[in-house]
């Protein structure tokens, strides 16, 4: 998991989603408070990364829905 830093907090990649609505879905499913999220658009999807601290990956549910990528 690659980790990026901004403004004093870490985040960590979690992966690509085809809107921003379905990454937020997929962080709200997973209990993620939305202030520990980020979003980039890449021009082809976006890009969703977590406050390190804000999840334990570990505990990420994925069924697939929406992302464009697996675990990397």
């Known amino acids: 998991m690659e980790g990026k830093t901004m403004s004093g907090w870490d985040f ?16 709200k499913r997973n209990n993620v408070d939305v202030r520990d999220i980020r979003t980039r658009d890449t021009g082809d999807g976006v890009e969703l990364e977590i406050r390190r601290g804000g999840q334990d990956r570990r505990e990420l549910r994925d069924g697939g829905e929406g992302r464009r990528d697996g675990w990397s």
Do not use: P
Request: glycine share 12%.
């Open 12 to 27: 960590d990649e979690v992966g690509k989603f085809g809107s921003t609505k379905a990454a937020e879905d997929f962080a």
